[in-house]
């Protein structure tokens, strides 16, 4: 029961990381200005960014 606990959370945590990034960059973008507009693109590009690496780095089977 332990191990299946601990197999979720490593499962979720980068998941919700991106989501989290998402959202912190979507406010950013709405409330910012400047350099908040820089931050705001970085975090938004950030899960786009992660699946293309993913994609790309999977090996076809």
């Known amino acids: 029961m332990r191990r299946q606990i601990r197999r979720r959370r ?3 945590a980068v998941p919700a990381a991106i989501g989290a ?3 912190l ?3 950013l973008g709405l409330t910012g200005d400047g350099l908040g507009d820089l ?3 970085l975090l938004v590009g ?3 960014f992660t699946m293309a ?3 790309l780095r ?3 089977n």
């Open 46 to 48: 950030l899960a786009p």
């Open 58 to 60: 999977r090996s076809p």
């Open 21 to 23: 990034s998402s959202l």
């Open 53 to 55: 690496a993913v994609l």
């Open 39 to 41: 931050f705001a693109w």
């Open 10 to 12: 490593t499962i979720f």
């Open 25 to 27: 960059g979507l406010f």
